[in-house]
């Protein structure tokens, strides 16, 4: 596994909703999936395994959205997203989705077959959560491509030529790694490079006689790897020991800058402009749905405007800071439920918790730019932890995967805004990861809005009681590392009806049901459903 990125793994991507290993993770397969073709696409067919997750989800939750989107070459944030259906009939790529039993041992397998006149592809990719993807096959050939390399696949007749010109490759060029891989009708070289191959190189291949193709997969994520990547540590443990070992200074956002900058091979001040830029986008996110949203298919109006109303009338019961998280809350998750734009945190389906609760403190103690960005880099430090040694795939472990890791690593932000200690910080995010453990992912009528709303507001609360109580020095007793492994291991033992599936719990109730009828009708928010009795 490839050291979990701020920016690739926990924070990211900037993109319309409505989930991001749904929508976000669909289109960057897409758009691998494009250039595996060539950028020529005239037919795919789509094959989900009934023992996933995205038979029941992929049309609700966006994963349609995001395939013919990335197989367009579209971003995670285009703003032609909401007419994708009307879109790739103008482009004349016709899609077939089928529901086959192909043993798929992911519960996000995407399996694809991709024509145009003068070729067949296929390729099998997974989501991972928060928008990451694997791709494993590639025309029958064992791989895995991440998103974070140019990809040049060439394709060979047999063995022997590949093996020959794999030598040639090593011995005359840099490249991250050149591995010969077997394939079900051609033999597959490929070449993992931090920048695109060198037109005359490229043409050079696809002149060889032995070549049948070449295809450049271009990187689908922000930061780029490399070879002998390395990074400071991956447990919170390792960590705690550079802290103590450089003097115990630095706060958990110094030491997320420090880690994303070795993760990443980039300057600690560019880390922070990125991180600033993040925040810049979240903070407009809240800003334009506080003015109100509106969208067709979903079930919520918007509330945060009236919310806002009734605060400013002191109709609600006093509590400042609360008040205003449960409102930067709910503008977030509005603004991914009518397809505006938003920062998956760690996951679009969660986005609303961990930029409601630090942004809304910072700005009820009027805290600096400079002093956010520190705080989104300790929330970051503890999503790498997480993404490293858990998931943030609700398929994989519930609402816990998504809700409950926004809580920790917002906990760990407010502490620092407040200036706690190091040791309060990760206490902080230790008691909420604590308090989150088995959160069940039940959406209504499959639609990634409620209970995702409320349990955004419940973990933004959770982060703010938990940073409270680290600050009076309560005891969180277990250390970070073994609550992540209890959260991974809890995640395990979940049934998948109630993981993302649309298969128990609130998701199969009779009002859910109702809601999923109405809304196939295309009449989302247009009143209260009736429930057969």
Partial sequence: MTPPSIFNDVLGPVMRGPSSSHSAAALRIGRLARDLMGGDLREVVVEYDPNGSLVTTHEPQGSDLGLFGGLMGWETDDERLPGFREEIEKAGIKVEIRYVSYGAEHPNTYKLTLRNPD???SMRAISTGGGMIVVEEVEGAEIRMEGDYFETLVFLSDVGAADGLSGWLSDHFSFDEVVVRQGSREVLLEIKSGSNLDGDLLE???????????????PVLPVLSRRNLSV?????????????????????GELGAIYEGERGGLPVEEVRER???????????IRN????????????????PLFAEKLEAGQLVPGDVLNRIIMYVSSMMEMKSSMGVIVAAPTAGSCGALPGAVLGVADALSKSREERIEAMLAAGMIGVFIAAHSTFAAEEAGCMAECGSGAAMAAAGIVLLMGGSFGQQLGAASMALQNSLGMTCDTL???VEAPCLGRNVTAASNALSSANMALADYQHLVPFDEVVDAMKQVGDLMPREICCTGLGG??????????????????GTCGKVEVES
Wanted: net charge negative.
């Fill in 232 to 252: 400071p540590w991956l447990r919170c443990v390792e960590m705690e020991a550079f802290h103590r070992e450089n003097g115990g200074g630095a706060t958990l």
């Fill in 506 to 523: 609130l998701a199969i109730t009779p009002t859910s049901k109702a809601w999923e009828e109405q809304l196939a009708r295309g009449c």
């Fill in 289 to 304: 749905g506080l003015q109100g949203t509106s969208f067709a298919d979903r079930i919520l109006p918007a509330q945060s």
């Fill in 119 to 121: 070729e067949e592809r």
């Fill in 445 to 447: 009528a499959n639609r």
């Fill in 204 to 218: 050079e291949l696809r002149g060889n006689p032995a070549v049948s193709a070449v295809r450049v997969l271009h």
């Fill in 275 to 285: 991180m600033g830029k993040l925040i810049e986008t979240m903070e407009g996110s």
